[in-house]
């Protein structure tokens, strides 16, 4: 079984860009989470998708927005860049409402 | 406000002793607890998990240990491996059923040496 599928692996913008990122979930996985990953931040979370509705947001400006389509798969896009968004930005999925998240490998982003 | 915190961020520790990571949390609503294990330019991969009913969960070399009233959990690592070197985070939410949204803990680096 396919993991959890995140392109592009690296990007680089510059400030004021936008930028969409996007995430295959494992086969069967109807939940999609977003998570942000900077050095000494640990992982914050952005948002989780489930079966197309956004069903819990965590603190992120509103330029950081995402969505989620019939086959599961979500993208997330960014707007307005700033070059505080350089992080890791990392997909997870599951079957449902509980249990264990998979994580993707990351799209590494960079704004400079 | 930082709910759950590692307060080390990195461990050194010798191939074929004990590895101990430590994790705390404020969040008094926190019920269920997980570790993960992430390797440079990788996803975290999921290790262990624990739910507040117990005080104990074992895994192969993995153990993880909840402590509630000191509101703090650990993981053991026995015997530790250079292959264990890794960072690793720690992770809680409310309930099991809760959903997806996790707050982790800043990580704490592990490396084994040979």
């Known amino acids: 079984k396919a993991g959890v599928t995140q392109t592009p692996r690296y990007l680089i913008k510059t400030r004021g860009q936008q930028v969409t990122l996007s995430c295959s979930p494992i086969?069967?996985?109807?939940?999609v989470s977003w998570y942000q990953q900077t050095p000494g931040q640990g992982l914050q979370f952005l948002f989780e998708?489930?079966?197309?509705?956004?069903?819990n947001k965590g603190n992120f400006p509103g330029r950081f927005s995402g969505r989620q389509f019939s086959n599961s798969r979500s993208e997330m896009n960014v707007s307005t860049l700033e070059l505080g968004d350089s992080a890791l930005y990392l997909c997870?999925?599951?079957?449902?409402?509980?249990?264990?998240?998979?994580f993707g490998s990351g799209t590494q982003l960079s704004v400079l | 406000d930082q709910q759950v915190k590692q307060n080390s961020p990195s461990l050194s520790v010798q191939e074929g002793r004990i590895s101990i990571l430590n994790c705390d949390y404020t969040n008094s609503m926190f019920d269920y607890f997980l570790w993960y294990k992430k390797y440079p330019a990788e996803g975290p991969t999921f290790l262990i998990s624990?739910?507040?009913?117990?005080d104990k969960n074992e895994d192969g070399r993995f153990t993880v240990f909840l402590n509630k009233s000191a509101k703090h959990l650990s993981l053991h690592i026995v015997p530790s491996q250079p292959g264990d070197s890794a960072v690793y985070f720690c992770a809680a939410s409310p309930r099991e059923t809760s959903g997806s949204r996790l707050t982790f803990g800043e990580g704490t680096q592990l490396t084994v040496n040979p």
């Open positions: 624990i739910s507040s009913i117990k």
């Open positions: 086969s069967g996985h109807r939940s």
């Open positions: 997870a999925s599951r079957v449902g409402g509980q249990g264990k998240l998979f």
């Open positions: 998708y489930f079966s197309e509705t956004q069903r």
